[in-house]
């Protein structure tokens, strides 16, 4: 208790600090410093307010007070405090250091035909909207059918949305269906934090960099010039295309983000590998094979199968409701990684 009020103090002082108040990257630590220790040090409080009551219910009881009311008072402190110590412990599990980091996330549509575009288009909109539900601002890059890149900006975005990295499987009779016969198709979901310049090295030496014109959207002034860009990373044969701006730069700029966002992806991967970090045993790891959650639409059902958690309200989740699986699957993390760190 006495290091987390201590260093929740010290982050409270560099909050105050004129010189940290001044400089913006230690402004930026500080707060995020503040930030995590916060929820761990009002638990510390009210941790040293219910062992206050403890004790005091305990001399009562010592000085020949023992009736019902005051044991039950005793009790119920003490069953509190085993609560708050288990919460205090899971308020401290180091946190994933992509966790404050932008996204960008890009939706495929899977098995499924035409049916999985749409559901690729459904998921779209859920993810868009929930973001704007929490805040966030949500950036369009890259939309075609069945094919969409966008970026997610704010305070904690991966910290939310990581989770949602996966195959999304969907139960449905199509609006093409005339027999009512139920479908099953497929779309898949990968989240990946936004790289910084100082997270990965890009050699500009290692780019093919080749320009085209533009298909689809976008009008006669789109298509009339070489205004699409691909990118192709020649060590990793990592390819990022983007064609939906009318400005051959923006487009660059565009795809630049998405491919410094992949090989970060994969260079935390293989960081994870080498200190032979199971990635299959954590909640929310972001694997494109793994069928994280199904929507099953006869039965109005939401499940996620990470966690084994179900709800019936299928609509709102598509509307953007995803609160109750982000809190089961960061519950679940923070487990996790107390599990992992106890081990």
């Known amino acids: 208790m006495e290091q987390i009020e ?13 010189e940290v108040i001044g400089d913006r990257t230690r402004l930026a630590e500080a707060g995020r410093a503040y930030h995590e220790l916060e929820p761990a040090a009002k638990l510390a409080e009210e941790w040293r307010r219910t062992a206050d009551d403890a ?47 932008n996204v960008i996330v890009e939706i495929r549509a899977g098995a499924g035909g035409d049916e ?16 704007e539900r929490r805040g966030f601002k949500v950036e369009p890059l890259e939309a075609s059918e069945g094919a969409y890149t966008f970026a997610i900006k704010g305070d904690g975005a991966y910290s939310v949305f990581k989770y949602e990295g996966g195959t999304h499987r969907v139960q449905r009779v199509p609006e093409t269906e005339s027999q009512g016969r139920i479908h099953t198709s ?57 064609q939906d701006e009318k400005s051959q730069l923006q487009n660059r700029e565009k795809a630049m983000r998405v491919l410094r966002a992949r090989l970060y992806e994969q260079k935390v991967a293989e960081q994870q590998a080498a200190e032979a970090a199971d990635r299959r045993a954590q909640v929310g ?10 929507y099953n639409f006869p039965q109005g059902r939401v499940t996620d199968h990470r966690v084994k958690h179900t709800a019936h309200n299928l609509d709102a989740v598509l509307a953007g409701e995803l609160d109750e699986f982000t809190d089961a699957l960061w519950d679940a993390e923070r487990r996790e990684r107390l ?3 106890a081990a």
């Open 116 to 131: 999985a575009s749409i559901w690729a288009g459904d998921l779209y909109r859920m993810l868009t909207r929930y973001a």
């Open 339 to 341: 599990a992992s760190a």
């Open 55 to 101: 004790a005091g219910a305990q001399e009562l009881i010592d000085e020949g007070a023992d009736d019902a009311e005051v044991r039950e008072l005793l009790d119920a402190a003490r069953r509190r405090l085993d609560e708050l110590e288990e919460e205090i412990r899971l308020a401290m599990v180091a946190r994933d250091p992509n966790d404050d980091k």
């Open 186 to 242: 497929t779309a898949t979901v990968a989240v990946l934090p936004e790289a910084e310049d100082v997270d990965v090295a890009i050699d500009p030496n290692e780019l093919q960099i080749d320009v085209y014109r533009s298909s689809g959207p976008g009008g006669q002034s789109v298509n009339t010039t070489d205004s699409a860009v691909r990118i192709t990373h020649k060590p990793t044969g990592v390819v990022v295309s983007m």
């Open 6 to 18: 201590a260093r929740y103090a010290q982050a409270q002082e560099d909050m105050a600090d004129p």
């Open 285 to 294: 790891t972001g694997e494109r094979a793994e069928k994280i959650r199904t």
